[in-house]
Structures are given as structure tokens and as C-alpha cells.
């Protein structure tokens, strides 16, 4: 395990479509996060979760979007009904209880709604 | 709710110059903790630096180190003998104590020209 996986890594769907993207943390990773990052800009916290637990959402997570880790260790992100407005990158991190440890990324799944 | 500003879009100075990014935040929190992540073109972000909000004594890691005021929440960081391989998007971020969010900037794209 060499690091925070995200598949796809790219992804095109039609509007209306629904997507799922997957991150697998570092395997003794216990805090997940999801974040969105449009071109140019600063990634906007999605949410967060510590184990299995969603202990965090952000208002930007609307009611299409939805963030599962059942068991604790992989993660997946749905969008329901994309809009053109939902293409961005969207980027995983995880990290270790103790807060003053980093987060470490991954590549991101870039999602294009055409 | 914590905000953090990067008030700098856009920089560019010659290799082996020195160089500062500056970032302000604002919280009521008394601890919290600091980071600058690096994200290069195309690649995934990576930790540049941390700052524990309750250490005096400013972070440095080689050519990297940070300016940490936190009676004025400012947190810049200094770049010495900056290389090509600097070139990319710097964020600064703020996590608050119970790790649950972090928090980025806009970012900087700094540019090193040969």
C-alpha cells in the first residue's frame, strides 16, 4: 500500500446521469475526507469521516450527494442527477487519529458533466 | 466559522531567490493546527510544512520554514533557494482540534523561472 487510491481517475457523464467514484485510504488510516476542487482554486471540504462514522458535512453537500465507508476502510462518493456544475476534481485524503499528522491525497477522480 | 485567505494568486521569482507566500486565517479556536500543501501540475498534493498553533517556535523543514504569528492568525511561508521544481500551487490550510475539517486557501501559483 503505497498511498490514498481514487478510481476512476477520469470520468465523463451526460447530465442527469448518476456517478460514484471509490478511495481506498492508507490502510491504517482511520479519518477520511473528501474534497471538491474546481480549476484554479482551493479544494472545498466535502466530508469526513473517522472509521465508519460521517462525522462532518459540509452545506456544499447537497442532497444529491452522498458519502459512504461501511466497514471503515473504503470510501465511495455518489452524485445523483449530475449537473454541469458538478464537474471538478474530487480528491480523497486520509490520515491518522493523532491530529497533527498529515493528510495525505490522492490523484483525484476528475469528473466532466457534459 | 474559520476562514483562511491567501491574498497572493499569482507570483513568479528567479531560481535560487528567496520567496514568501502569505496566508491569514481567522478562528476562535486556541489550538489548532497549520499546514502548507504543494499540489505541482497535474500531480497530487503533498505536505510541505506543519505548525502546532500551541509551539512557539516556527516550523522549518530544509529550505522551507514558516513565519507563525498568532496574535495577528498570519502564517507565511518562506521558500529559500527556490528551485524549478518549486513551480506549483501552494495552499495553505487550517485544521481545527478535533481534526474533523481542514480547511484551505485559494492558493498561489508560484512560478520559478530559470
Known amino acids: 500500500d503505497t498511498g490514498v487510491s481514487q478510481d476512476p481517475r477520469h470520468k465523463i457523464t451526460k447530465r442527469g446521469q448518476n456517478v460514484t467514484f471509490r478511495c481506498d485510504p492508507i490502510?491504517?488510516?482511520?479519518?477520511l475526507y473528501w474534497y471538491r476542487q474546481t480549476l484554479g482554486q482551493g479544494p472545498e471540504f466535502l466530508t469526513y469521516f473517522q472509521n465508519e462514522a460521517q462525522l462532518e458535512k459540509s452545506r456544499l453537500l447537497s442532497d444529491r450527494f452522498s458519502a459512504e465507508r461501511p466497514k471503515g476502510s473504503f470510501s465511495t462518493l455518489e452524485i445523483q442527477r449530475t449537473e454541469q456544475g458538478d464537474s471538478a476534481m474530487y480528491l480523497c485524503?486520509?490520515?491518522?487519529?493523532?491530529?497533527?499528522?498529515?493528510?495525505?491525497f490522492g490523484q483525484g477522480t476528475r469528473l466532466t458533466v457534459v | 466559522a474559520q476562514t483562511v485567505t491567501q491574498s497572493q494568486p499569482e507570483m513568479s521569482v528567479q531560481e535560487a531567490e528567496t520567496v514568501t507566500l502569505s496566508c491569514t486565517y481567522d478562528t476562535s479556536e486556541s489550538n489548532y493546527y497549520l499546514f502548507w500543501y504543494k499540489q505541482p501540475p497535474s500531480r497530487q498534493m503533498i505536505l510541505v510544512i506543519r505548525q502546532e498553533a500551541y509551539k512557539q517556535q516556527n516550523a522549518t523543514e530544509n529550505r522551507f520554514s514558516v513565519n507563525f504569528q498568532k496574535a495577528a492568525k498570519s502564517f507565511s511561508l518562506k521558500i529559500s533557494d527556490s528551485q524549478l521544481g518549486d513551480t506549483a500551487m501552494y495552499f495553505c490550510?487550517?485544521?481545527?482540534?478535533?481534526?474533523?475539517?481542514?480547511?484551505f486557501g485559494k492558493g498561489t501559483r508560484l512560478h520559478i523561472l530559470p
Open positions: 490502510s491504517e488510516h482511520n479519518r
Open positions: 485524503a486520509s490520515s491518522l487519529t493523532e491530529v497533527n499528522t498529515e493528510a495525505f
Open positions: 490550510a487550517f485544521m481545527n482540534p478535533r481534526g474533523d475539517k481542514i480547511i
